[in-house]
Each structure stands twice: as C-alpha cells, then as structure tokens.
T-cell receptor, first 117, second 114 residues
C-alpha cells in the first residue's frame, strides 16, 4: 500500500541547533512529496515540494529536504532552529486514487517540533 | 494568508443538527478539496471538486455532502451530526488537479458538536 510515515511524533531541539524531521514513503512509483507546517490554531502552509526535478529541495524559512529514492525518504532539515519554528510539520505524498483517476494528498500523522530557548 | 477563505471560523451545534461550511478558493484555482482534522484520525481527505464537478471521494461519510458552485466557491454539508464529527475542517484549493500541484489551505472551521 502507498503511504507516508513520519518517524517521530515529537521532536525537541534547542534554539540555534539543527532540526531533522524524518519521513519515509511507500509507493510503487516516484511520487510528488511535500512538507507542510501548521502553527497553533492556523491553517497549513506549504514549506516545500519535490516533483522529480532536483533531489535537494529548498523551501521557505531556511528549510530544505532531500529526496532519496534508494531509502524512500524525504527528511526535512534546517541548520539552525528558531523559536518561530515551533509548530507541527506534515510530510505529504501525492498519490493516485485509481478509482477516481486523480491524484490526492495523503498526510503523515505529523511531527510536533518544540524549540527550547 | 493563502488566499483561501473559510466561514465560519467556529461553529457549535448539537447532535442531530445540520451545518454548512463555506469555502472560497484562491482566485483562479479551479479545484477545491475538503479535509477533516481530528486528534485520533489526523488529517483525512474527504472530497474534491474540479470546476464544478466531483472528482474524487476519500473518507467521507454518507451523512456529509459537498458541492462546488459556478463561481467556484464550495460548501460542505454535514447532517445528523454526532459527537465524533467534532473536528477542524479545512478547505484547500489548487490551480489544477493532477500530480504535483500543491494545495493552498484555508484557516479552517472548528466544529464542536455537543
């Protein structure tokens, strides 16, 4: 089955230290992948997306992610965490709904990032 | 601000009632999606419309229905509400439907069923 798995439900880092949020996907083809962020009581905002171009994708606010087909991973990183990065992060895969013939986004369970001052 | 608007922001209603959630997509976006976010189920895709036509159905209950109007705004109708329907309902839009098109999310409607 095609799916996306976020390996950590909660990650805590100190301000100024690197951030690593892990995501693995399962798919019979190379899917499009996204990272979205949700701040408390807010909607979801697109951080970055991968659509089979460059494997290293740069997003907003200093985040980037690397697509590794051999590892079926799409981990999100940032060199230095800021207090404003505290939020929930969702790894998302675009999957083909065979019955409908259309692509839909399937969300991971989310990783809550806490940043300690 | 994503450009997607949703009304109302909050809704409190009783079991057995019916409510309508409204969504206006970003200017120029033809596709609208509805999602439900709850603590136990996470973010789940409910239904998609593209230029007025239903394109795909996800985990949408039979008590729920949606439509997209000629001006491209969409409404999600929830009927015979149960306590378990309490959740955050998001609308998203994209310029087209297909692989790789990112979706832009509205701020959500928080539904509380008492």
């Amino acid at each position: 089955a095609q799916s996306v798995t976020q390996l950590d439900s909660h990650v805590s880092v100190s301000e100024g230290t690197p951030v690593l949020l892990r995501c693995n996907y399962s798919s019979s083809y190379s899917p499009s992948l996204f990272w979205y962020v949700q701040h408390p009581n807010k909607g979801l905002q697109l951080l970055l997306k991968y659509t089979s171009a460059a494997t290293l994708v740069k997003g907003i606010n200093g985040f980037e992610a690397e697509f590794k087909k051999s590892e079926t991973s799409f981990h999100l990183t940032k060199p230095s965490a800021h207090m404003s990065d505290a939020a929930e992060y969702f790894c998302v895969v675009s999957l083909l709904y065979s019955g409908a013939g259309s692509y839909q986004l399937t969300f991971g369970k989310g990783t809550k990032l806490s940043v300690i001052p | 601000d994503s450009g997607v608007t949703q009304t109302p922001k909050h809704l409190i209603t009783a079991t057995g009632q019916r409510v309508t959630l409204r969504c206006s997509p970003r200017s120029g976006d033809l596709s609208v999606y509805w999602y439900q976010q709850s603590l136990d189920q996470g973010l789940q895709f409910l239904i998609q419309y593209y230029n007025g036509e239903e394109r795909a159905k996800g985990n949408i209950l039979e008590r729920f229905s949606a439509q997209q109007f000629p001006d491209l705004h969409s409404e999600l109708n929830l009927s015979s509400l149960e306590l378990g329907d309490s959740a955050l309902y998001f609308c998203a839009s994209s310029v087209r439907t297909g692989d790789g098109f990112e979706q832009y999310f509205g701020p959500g409607t928080r539904l509380t069923v008492t």
